[in-house]
């Protein structure tokens, strides 16, 4: 299941798991605010597994949800949750008491990816950028408010360029990932912009990486659109770097100039991630660093 705060970049420690994309011990985290972000990192990555991973059926996929969310919210009203997830709620309650931890973010992230599956298990996809930008509300912008929480900062300019750019990484992650998307079904490209370019969601089948033809015109032309509006809506919460102080800022610099950076990858190769997912690595690393420092 796409989610995506932030685009894997050079600075960031091996993280447990593989919940790609989640700042998790990176070098620049301050000690002190490393468990609660640990935390929150076990607690959405369980529950994008057992949204996405596996072979399970839709239904029974979502009623794990419907636990998972009892148990959630058990520990903010000070109950025990079920015995179920003892390695996620245990360290979560702890860290949310010690945290104040808001639970309005983390209940937001479970009902995006119900909604994924239930999305996913239909065939259906988003009408329009405003409705995709309503589940990116909840599957990527609570990751960066949560963030901003642990580091104090709470007013409404930060928060609004937060969540620029987290949904704008949510974008750059779909647009990614389509070669690994469509064939399981899931459909993130908007059915207006698609009409507005000749296409229907049964066209991707002929191009995507099981098709035998190349993407027309057309389907390139859609994604350079959604490459466009990533870039912009980046650019809106871009600022935010040089209001947060210290580590967190540089921290933030790097996940901005990682999420360009993949957008740079593929406008590199024709905005055809249709057969090819580009990625960041190592050998990106100084340019990023450059980038970063730039801002």
Request: glycine content about 6%; hydrophobic content about 45%; overall charge neutral.
């Amino acid at each position: 299941m796409p989610f995506a705060p932030s685009p894997p970049l050079p600075s960031q420690a091996p993280a447990p798991g593989h919940y790609e994309n989640f700042p998790v011990a990176s070098w620049l985290c301050p000690p002190r605010l490393r468990p609660p972000i640990a935390a929150i990192y076990h607690f959405a990555r369980t529950a994008d597994d057992m949204a996405d991973e596996g072979n399970a059926l839709p239904e029974a996929r979502l009623a794990d949800l419907v636990d998972y969310r009892a148990d959630l919210d058990a520990v903010f009203a000070g109950a025990a949750p079920s015995p179920r997830w003892p390695q996620v709620f245990g360290p979560l309650a702890a860290q949310a008491h010690a945290f104040a931890l808001p639970h309005a973010p983390l209940a937001d992230l479970l009902d995006a990816f119900a909604q994924d599956v239930a999305f996913t298990r239909h065939g259906r996809s988003y009408a329009d950028r405003a409705e995709l930008l309503d589940y990116c509300r909840r599957s990527a912008d609570p990751i960066g408010r949560l963030l901003l929480h642990l580091y104090g900062v709470q007013d409404a300019q930060a928060l609004r360029q937060s969540d620029a750019i987290c949904s704008a990484l949510q974008l750059i992650n779909f647009w990614q990932d389509l070669s690994v998307d469509l064939p399981r079904g899931r459909r993130y490209l908007p059915l207006a912009d698609c009409a507005a370019h000749g296409l229907a969601p049964e066209d991707f089948d002929r191009f995507a990486p099981l098709g035998d033809a190349p993407p027309p015109p057309a389907a390139l032309a859609l994604v350079a659109g959604q490459v466009q509006w990533a870039r912009e809506r980046m650019a809106q919460g871009a600022a935010l770097v040089h209001r947060l102080p210290g580590r967190i800022g540089w921290e933030l610099r790097l996940v901005v100039q990682g999420g360009l950076a993949i957008l740079d990858k593929i406008e590199a190769q024709g905005f055809d991630s249709f057969r090819r997912r580009p990625t960041v690595g190592k050998a990106d690393a100084p340019r990023l660093l450059w980038r970063a420092l730039r801002m």
